[in-house]
């Protein structure tokens, strides 16, 4: 049996690619502070170096086929002013999400296979910005320059490729509008990026490179009038 870590399983596309693994056979763990419904829970603080170390035993496997640094701060949403924001505001982003990538991947590294595959949970907010998002960015950034770097180093034993998503929801109550100006004609699933993990994890040929997984949004030339 397939055996995967997924980082920030507790959240909504944490728990979508749970559910997809599960349903494809592997064995799953989340590490995250917060419990998930799916999976083996083990509890992690993913910017803290003795956290990481403790959860990665407490897991006690010795082997891994696929990690999935997908977890970070999201709670009290991206939008920062540059003027106010704090050091341990902007902290708080690298800490969890681009740190936390490096930390895991680093205690991952002795038991993940040959073959095995690392996937880095970027954004679309590292190719394009609203502004405010300057610490959110500057963290997902730093995750795709992460990736191409593992995946000259970790090559080709280990293949490591970074993933873009968009706008991603499991909300009902969105306008036609707001399906209607994604070329793909809908707002992005929990289960799109489930599908482009699992790609990833058995794409022999494919390592450096970051998807953008949004719809088509980022090829879209937008202009006000």
Not at 73 to 80: D, E, K, N, P
């Amino acid at each position: 049996m397939k055996r995967a870590i997924v980082t920030g399983g507790a959240g909504l596309i944490g728990q979508g690619i749970i559910a997809r693994l599960l349903d494809e056979g592997w064995e799953v763990a989340s590490f995250d502070l917060r419990p998930s419904r799916l999976g083996r829970h083990v509890d992690c603080d993913l910017g803290d170096e003795a956290s990481v170390t403790a959860a990665m035993k407490a897991l006690g496997w010795d082997s891994l086929d696929l990690l999935v640094n997908n977890g970070g701060r999201v709670t009290g949403g991206t939008s920062m002013d540059l003027a106010t924001t704090s050091l341990d505001d902007w902290n708080g982003f690298l800490n969890t999400h681009l740190t936390g990538a490096f930390l895991m991947s680093r205690a991952a590294l002795p038991i993940l296979r040959e073959g095995a595959s690392i996937v880095m949970m970027a954004s679309t907010r590292a190719l394009m910005s609203e502004g405010g998002d300057f610490a959110y960015a500057a963290a997902k950034g730093g995750m795709v320059g992460l990736t191409q770097a593992l995946a000259v180093q970790l090559g080709p034993r280990i293949r490591a490729n970074a993933l873009a998503p968009g706008w991603i929801t499991d909300a009902t109550d969105l306008s036609p509008e707001d399906h209607a100006q994604h070329p793909a004609g809908r707002v992005g699933r929990p289960d799109d990026i489930a599908q482009a993990v699992l790609y990833l994890a058995q794409a022999e040929f494919m390592t450096g490179q970051c998807l953008a997984i949004d719809g088509g949004m980022t090829k879209k030339m937008i202009y006000a009038g």
